[in-house]
C-alpha cells in the first residue's frame, strides 16, 4: 500500500521538466483573457467612433440645413427690398401723372402691394412683430384717397402724400435690412 501511495504521489506531483509547459500554459491563458478583453474594448471604442461619426454627419447636415435657410431667408428679404424700390418707383409714376394716364402703373401698383402684403404674412417668422401692419399702412397711404380715379390729376414730385410714400417705403425698408442684419447676427 505504501508503494501504491509513492506511486499516486508520484503521479500527483510533476516533474521539474514540465514547469516551463504549466508556465507557458499559464501565459498563454492570461494573454488569451488579455486579448478577449482588448477586443471587447476595440469593439466598443468601434461602436463610439461609429455612434459619434453618425452624430457628427447629423449635426453637419443640420447645420447645413439651417445656413441653407438662412441664405434663402436673405435671398427673399433682398428680393423684399428691391420690391419695395420698384413699388416707389411705380408709385411715384402713378401720382405724378393723371387719372388717364396712369391706368398701367395702377395695374403693377396693386400687384405689387398684393404680393408684398402676401410675403410679409408668409415671411413673418423672419422679419419682425409689425412688419404686416407697417405694409397694411403704406398700402392704404398709395391705394388710398383719388386712387384709380379718372379725374385725378397729377401730383408734383415734392407734395406731401408722395413724401409720405416715400417715407413709409422707406422706413420698410430700412427695418427688412435690419431683419436681414439680424440673420447674420449683427444686431
Keep these: ?8 504521489n508520484e503521479n500527483l506531483f ?3 521538466g514540465d514547469v516551463p509547459a504549466w508556465i507557458a500554459l499559464v501565459l498563454s491563458v492570461v494573454t488569451l483573457v488579455a486579448q478577449n478583453k482588448q477586443s471587447k474594448r476595440s469593439a466598443a471604442d468601434q461602436a463610439n467612433l461609429a455612434s459619434q461619426a453618425a452624430r457628427d454627419r447629423e449635426d453637419l447636415k443640420n447645420s447645413a440645413k439651417e445656413e441653407l435657410a438662412k441664405v434663402n431667408r436673405k435671398l427673399r428679404l433682398e428680393k423684399i427690398t428691391q420690391d419695395l424700390d420698384e413699388l416707389l418707383a411705380v408709385t411715384l409714376q402713378y401720382w405724378t401723372s393723371d387719372g388717364r394716364e396712369g391706368a398701367t402703373s395702377a395695374l403693377m401698383l396693386k400687384v405689387k402691394v398684393k404680393d408684398l402684403s402676401a410675403r410679409c404674412l408668409e415671411y413673418r417668422s423672419f422679419l419682425w412683430d409689425r412688419a404686416g401692419e407697417e405694409f397694411s399702412l403704406i398700402r392704404r397711404h398709395i391705394t388710398g384717397g383719388h386712387f384709380e380715379v379718372l379725374s385725378r390729376a397729377a401730383l408734383s414730385p415734392n407734395d406731401p402724400f408722395i413724401g409720405t410714400a416715400s417715407r413709409l417705403i422707406s422706413d420698410f425698408r430700412v427695418n427688412v435690412r435690419r431683419a436681414t442684419d439680424r440673420l447674420d447676427s449683427l444686431i
Design 14 to 16: 510533476m516533474d521539474i
Design 1 to 8: 500500500m505504501t508503494r501504491q501511495k509513492c506511486r499516486l
